[in-house]
């Protein structure tokens, strides 16, 4: 044999065993799945109808755990509430890591709140919660800021006169708002342009990750991330974005009072300085620029999106938001704000609201998970790094838990004395380490922004009830709520 031929052959041997070593199910024994094919792996397989789909497909033939091939990489996904509880609860350690999505990937990396990992994302997820509620969470002052944002909001709702309106902008504004206020520390009109441009671009970006184009980068970066795609829109729309936060950074660090820190980025900047001896440090420039476009993104973008579903299921049952104005009558009435007090004394408005998120099931799959070392898992082992995906959608709509779980009821969340009834099932914001540092927050700004405006509108559709549909605009990483027209009547 020619030299030259017995290299190529040994070097060929040589990147083939990289491979398998490589691949995380020759060093463990996953879950069983679909046969892949090359390169293909189980896309030929999928249903037609998305990946919920093909999940529930999947399920029934494998079980609550199994895994797909997403092009070449082997993914273990967990169905139904149990499953899920089991990893990211009572094995929450080994189920902390996180996988970026592959579209942010390029801009996101290994840094931020959260798509980090290890002693990285404790140390900045500790820095999150603490300097978030310093500057508001779980106090009366974000509270106060968010029944501030309402009233700027029920001003600008008056002015409309009933006409029928786009609410998507005004939504993303009022959340934006909250956020703007812990992070940047300002609240923002709402017709400034800079601000309506950033708005519009986290629009697009939560768009674009929720095509089929997002889904089959996701199964083949790989090898789409050198050809034109969607890919290439959300990493530009991030970088403007970013553009912004960085000038946002630069004013904040050009009149910093050390001893009267007025948001995030000025706590971040002094910590910054505290350990700049450190070589270790995570309090760096890319951590803080990436955690506050984490923030800035998931803070508005969840929130209004949620609001804009509930509306829209508002229309299409208006006899549901009637009940809820009754409550508020008999609670709020109509001569103070409401509060956050008043919670624990509307268990119908908290249900409707637990509904709607339930329902509207807007991040049906989950943030990516990987295990940060081998695991047993029912009886699998689950080498170091494999990913996993959480179907967060296959515990909300979870038959075992709602008796309905396709329709909008929200007696799902009360008891045969129409008191609150937790559910196991009811995970919105993920469960365990990883849960949404925000939820708190958010779920502050859905009780005030829904109850100060139903105390102060009626909401009609100028189309019937029985016209109005449901099914998102688009529906991958994030369920889209479709365009609709709503008139606010002062009551």
């Known amino acids: 044999m020619e030299p030259s031929t017995l290299l190529l052959l040994t070097l060929l041997l040589g990147f083939l065993v990289l491979l398998v070593r490589r691949h995380p199910k020759a060093r463990g024994r996953l879950p069983p799945g679909p046969r892949p094919l090359p390169f293909l792996g189980n896309l030929l397989q999928m249903d037609k109808g998305g990946l919920l789909n093909s999940f529930r497909q999947f399920q029934g033939k494998y079980g609550d755990v199994f895994t797909l091939h997403l092009g070449p990489k082997p993914v273990v996904m967990l169905y139904g509430t149990e499953a899920i509880r089991e990893a990211l609860v009572d094995q929450a350690e080994a189920f902390s890591g996180r996988t970026a999505i592959a579209v942010l990937k390029p801009i996101f990396m290994d840094y931020g709140v959260i798509f980090s990992n290890g002693e990285r994302w404790k140390i900045l997820r500790r820095f999150s919660l603490v300097t978030m509620r310093d500057f508001g969470m779980g106090k009366r002052s974000v509270e106060e800021r968010i029944q501030e944002e309402a009233q ?8 409309s006169q009933g ?28 017709r400034d342009g800079q601000f309506l441009r950033l708005l519009d671009l986290f629009y697009q970006i939560t768009s674009l990750l929720s095509t089929l184009s997002s889904q089959m980068f996701e199964f083949f970066s790989g090898f789409l991330k050198y050809f034109p795609g ?16 960085g000038h946002s950074v630069e004013k904040h660090r050009a009149n910093l009072d050390p001893s009267n820190p007025r948001d995030f980025i000025d706590t971040y900047l002094l910590r910054m300085e505290k350990e700049k001896s450190n070589p270790h440090t995570e309090f ?3 951590n803080l620029m990436i955690t506050v476009l984490s923030l800035f993104f998931a803070g508005t973008e969840t929130s209004s999106t949620t609001l804009r579903y509930g509306f829209l299921l508002l229309l299409k049952y208006p006899h549901v938001a009637e009940k809820v104005q009754k409550e508020i009558d008999q609670v709020i009435g109509s001569h103070r704000q409401p509060s956050l007090e008043d919670r624990h004394k509307m268990p119908y408005t908290e249900a409707v609201i637990n509904e709607i998120q339930r329902f509207s099931d807007i991040i049906p799959a989950g943030v990516p998970h990987r295990v940060t070392r081998d695991t047993w898992f029912r009886g699998y082992l689950l080498p170091k790094d494999t990913e996993v ?4 959608s296959s515990a909300l709509h979870d038959p075992k838990y709602f008796k309905q779980p396709d329709t909008f009821n929200p007696d799902h969340f009360l008891d045969a004395n129409g ?31 829904f109850t100060t405006i139903l105390q102060n509108f009626s909401v009609s559709s100028p189309m019937a009830p029985k016209d109005i549909d449901l099914s998102p605009k688009e529906d991958g990483f994030a369920r889209v709520p479709p365009e609709y027209q709503i008139c606010f009547l002062a009551r």
Do not use: W
């Open 152 to 159: 700027c909001l029920v001003e600008e709702l008056r002015k």
């Open 163 to 190: 006409a029928p309106l786009d609410p998507t902008f005004l939504f993303q504004c009022i959340t934006a708002n909250i956020i703007c206020s812990i992070v940047f520390g300002e609240r923002f009109d709402y």
């Open 230 to 245: 969607t890919h290439v829109q959300v990493s530009k729309n991030l970088q403007e974005i970013l553009e912004y936060i």
């Open 284 to 286: 760096h420039h890319r």
């Open 389 to 392: 995906y959480p179907i967060l």
């Open 419 to 449: 008191a609150l009834k937790k559910n196991e099932a009811f995970m919105p914001f993920s469960i365990g380490k990883r849960i949404c540092l925000g939820e708190g927050i958010a779920r502050s700004e859905l009780f005030l922004f």
